[in-house]
Structures are given as C-alpha cells and as structure tokens.
C-alpha cells in the first residue's frame, strides 16, 4: 500500500472515529442534563453517571464501526476504560496548565478547552488503536 493510500485510509478511520466521538458525547450530555434537570440529581451524582455510559457508548460504536477487535472482548474493555481514564485525567491535567499559566487562555478558556480536546483527541484515537488492533500507525 503507498503511503498516500495509507494516510486517506487513515484519515477516513479518524473521520469515523470523531463521529462516534460526537455520537457518544452527545449521550453523555442527554443524560447528563436528564438527570440533572429532570430527575434533579446533583451535578457530581450526574456526572458520575453520565461519563460511564457515554464512555460505553462510544466502546460499542467504535468497535462495531471504528476498529477490528483483536483481543477478548473483556481485555478491550477494561483497556478502553483506562485509555478513557488518562484521558479524563489528561484534559484535566491540560485545562489547569493552560488556564493557571497562560493569562489569555485564562481569559478565553474555550481557546484552553478546544485545544485541550484536540490533543486529547489524539492521544485517546492513538492509544485506543492501539488497543483495539495492536497498532499505533
């Protein structure tokens, strides 16, 4: 395969995997502001709900549109949930450098939050490729 061939296949799999990426977030907040505005949970309890289910929402979409499985079932799991952990912990981890040390960033946070979602977009469809098919390219 040339590497031009390599590089469009490679861009259609991110253009999939940012579609389930947008599909499972779009869940994650549908039962985020269910729970919170409708149920009146509080934020955290909410929260503590939401991210989970759109984190499997997002496994069962990429692994039956994003990636081939090569491992058990079980083992890509428990991998996605930590990948999605470090990535959780990675934004937070980006938002309070960028807004803490940079004044503009601080100023203009969605500058911090978009580009803090694109590098954790990138770490989470790498690391998660690498999960799912045992390869990072």
Same mark, same amino acid.
Request: glycine letters at 6%; zero cysteines; charged letters at 15%.
């Given at each position: 395969?040339?590497w031009?061939?390599?590089?469009q296949?490679?861009?259609r ?13 779009t869940?994650?907040y549908?039962?985020f ?15 503590s709900?939401?991210?989970?289910v ?9 692994r039956?549109?994003?990636? !081939?499985?090569t ?5 890509? %799991?428990?991998l996605?949930?930590l @990948?999605?952990t #470090?990535? &959780? +912990? ?10 803490d ?9 969605i500058?911090a939050?978009v580009? !803090? ?7 989470? %469809?790498?690391?998660?490729?690498? @999960?799912?098919e #045992?390869? &990072? +390219?």
């Open positions: 395969m040339s031009k061939n390599k590089i296949a490679l861009l799999l991110k253009i999939k995997y940012a579609a389930s990426a947008v599909v499972a977030t869940v994650d549908g039962v502001f269910y729970l919170s505005e409708t149920l009146n949970f509080s934020v955290a309890k909410a929260q709900i939401a991210y989970p759109g984190v499997l929402v997002n496994f069962l979409l990429q039956r549109f994003v990636f !081939t499985q491992r058990s079932l079980w083992m890509t %799991f428990g996605v949930v @990948v999605s #470090g990535g &959780l +912990l990675l934004s937070r981890f980006l938002m309070k450098g960028f807004t040390h940079i004044s503009f960033l601080n100023e203009y946070r500058v939050k580009m !803090t979602s694109g590098i954790v977009f990138f770490y989470n %469809f790498y690391l998660k490729r690498y @999960v799912f #045992g390869k &990072l +390219l």
